[in-house]
């Protein structure tokens, strides 16, 4: 990370403390930067949700209502230090977040959407019909912050707090994202199935991005009803929560700035045209709602990534890589020759159509196997069902000793097993070198509270000093910073092996390693298999190109429709009749 980039909150917290106290500045744009301060702060944990891990939700505005009248309640009712509140308020989103997101978070696609408008409208009402909150009337009486036995009552003076939270979170957003636990959420987007292939619990880091959003939501509420003294209802019902959402996705919905973008272009144009269409039209009325649709739908047809990124050239982030980061520990190899992978009647139907019927085969240690067979014989399915990613219906797979059917991805990739995939699965949105550390997800520790306090650099270090090894391996360490979907489809594969080789298998499955490749380019990748072959790495790979398997492998299975058709070396398969026929038809 560059030093602009670690030392960029200094000036910032700098300009939050003065700006607000400029005399040019009039009341009511000190009133404005509050309320879009505030908006910010919700938009950045949407930037985190549904810009990094495609959640669409909203009903944030819900979880800023959680930490208003947490502290309304404790400080108007219960007499507790405002400043002692906001833990509470943390708390209390944060619990209430997870008891939404077990729920909620089981759905995907639209019902997901739909689902967090429900649970929006309910807790809106909620809030609106509990004596609790004080129904529609709401609570007030609510006490000022005080610094320094002051009462922040002053407008100017409360900005400077707003829109230091607004640095903070930002701050603490930027350090999760640079994270282990932050890339598990990047990988949500685009490469979810990939990720739990490598160890990421996809589960685990959705209820993680639900939950911080929320967390950020709660601290936006807590300053909103200390600024206001009094809270009810109404900013926290569904249209405040498709307001958010909006602002995420105008500014920028993928990044932290364009959040802050967002938040000041909705606030301030929602203004404007409350104040002039009533004199334009010489009618008053919601006209502003109808105006400012037309003006969203527009911005998103000229501009569906949002805003900042047309203002701000998105550039590649070159990091800096320790090289001299100590090492990861390497696995312990098992010995030359000793079984590695038992697979004994597998079998995989849905409903009538058997993909995988009654295949059996054995790897030893340190050999390549060629899985090949025809289109449509149940290759990539058996691939599925040796890495947890689809469970077989009858039969059973053994490694090393353990059984692995019943356990899901990221338990069989902890026991040493990686593979790629017959459709190349990348995050676009991340770099190459992005991509290939989450190879090494289980060989970090770091959890997201020290990514957040960013107490994980040492572990960060080795983990990219590992993924550029593996780069460099390939041939592909200058690419490093390039995004990863600007590379060729055949240097995609490049990468993908490279991110398998982070987790540091004992047994590699490549599906279609050699398809995009050229001449020179099999040719090396061949050589790097024979090298990991001769480090006691076993192989299985499944590959079209017969030439590039006939000269690579010491054993072949050859599947069609789903059965096994016959398995042996290469030279005698080559020659069996069966293999010919399945290959080139009876008449041949």
């Known amino acids: 990370m560059s030093r602009a980039a670690v030392l960029w909150p200094l000036p910032a917290l700098a300009a939050c403390l003065l ?16 309320y879009i301060g505030i908006a910010a702060i919700v938009a950045i944990g ?58 909620t978070l089981r759905l995907s696609g639209h019902y997901l959407a739909l689902g967090t408008i429900a649970w929006g409208v309910a807790l809106y009402y ?20 005080r610094l320094f036995g002051v009462a922040l009552v002053d407008g100017r003076a409360y900005c400077s707090v707003i829109w230091v939270g607004v640095v903070l979170a930002a701050l603490a957003t930027g350090n999760l994202l640079d994270s282990r636990a932050g890339r598990a959420i990047r990988a949500l987007r685009g490469g979810a199935l990939a ?25 936006a509420g807590w300053l909103y009803a200390h600024m206001q003294r009094s809270v009810n209802p109404t900013p926290f019902g569904i249209n405040a929560g498709i307001q958010y959402l909006l602002m995420a996705v105008v500014g ?100 009538g159509l058997v993909a995988v019927n009654d295949v059996s085969f054995r790897l030893a240690a340190g050999e390549i196997v060629g899985l090949i067979g025809p289109n449509g014989a149940g290759k990539s399915t058996t691939f599925n069902l040796l890495t947890g990613v689809d469970r077989p219906t009858a039969g059973s797979v053994s490694f090393l000793g353990h059984r692995l059917v019943g ?3 990221p338990a069989i990739a902890r026991l040493g097993i990686a593979r790629t995939f017959q459709h190349v699965k990348l995050v676009p949105s991340m770099s ?24 994980d650099r040492a572990e960060e270090a080795q983990l990219h000093a590992e993924a550029a090894r593996q780069l460099a391996r390939v041939g592909l360490a200058e690419q490093a910073d390039r995004p990863a979907t600007s590379l060729a489809l055949g240097q995609q594969r490049v990468v ?33 298999l024979r090298r990991l072959r001769g480090e006691g790495v076993t192989i299985l790979l499944v590959e079209h190109d017969m030439e590039f398997v006939m000269n690579l492998t010491d054993r072949l299975v050859v599947m069609d429709f789903g059965v096994k058709l016959a398995e042996g070396a290469p030279a005698a398969v080559r020659n069996d009749p069966a293999v010919i026929e399945a290959y080139l038809g009876s008449v041949a």
């Open 19 to 34: 700006l607000p106290w400029l005399p040019v500045l009039p009341p009511f744009w000190i009133t404005l930067a509050n």
């Open 46 to 103: 949407l930037v985190v949700l549904t810009g990094v891990g495609g959640i669409t939700s909203f009903g944030q505005a819900s979880f800023l209502g959680f930490g208003a009248y947490t502290t309304a309640i404790l400080t108007a009712q219960a007499g507790l230090s405002p400043w002692l509140t906001l833990p509470a308020a943390l708390l209390v989103a944060a619990l209430a977040a997870l008891v939404i997101g077990a729920v």
């Open 126 to 145: 909620t809030f609106a019909n509990l004596d609790l909150f004080g129904r529609n009337d709401g609570i007030s009486g609510i006490p000022p912050l």
């Open 195 to 219: 990720a739990a292939s490598f160890g990421v619990r996809t589960p685990q880091s959705r209820t993680l991005a639900f939950v911080y959003a929320a967390m950020l939501a709660a601290f």
């Open 252 to 351: 920028g919905a993928g990044q932290i700035p364009g959040a802050i973008l967002g938040a000041g272009l909705v606030t301030v144009v929602n203004d404007l045209l409350q104040d002039w269409l009533p004199r334009i039209l010489g009618a008053h009325g919601n006209f502003e709602t109808i105006v400012f649709g037309a003006i969203l739908v527009l911005a998103l047809q000229t501009a569906p990534d949002g805003l900042w990124p047309l203002l701000a050239r998105h550039r590649p982030r070159r990091r800096r890589i320790r090289y001299d980061a100590p090492s990861l520990p390497h696995r312990q190899m098992p010995p030359r020759g000793s079984p590695v992978l038992e697979v004994e009647g597998l079998r995989r139907a849905f409903g």
């Open 407 to 409: 356990l899901g991805a």
């Open 432 to 455: 190459v070198i992005e991509n290939v550390v989450i190879g090494a997800h289980l060989r970090g520790r770091a959890g997201p509270l020290r990514g957040l306090l960013r107490l």
């Open 496 to 528: 993908e092996i490279a991110r398998a080789l982070c987790l540091d298998p004992v047994l590699l499955l490549l599906d279609e390693p050699a398809a995009g490749l050229r001449h020179n380019e099999k040719a090396e990748l061949a050589a790097l």
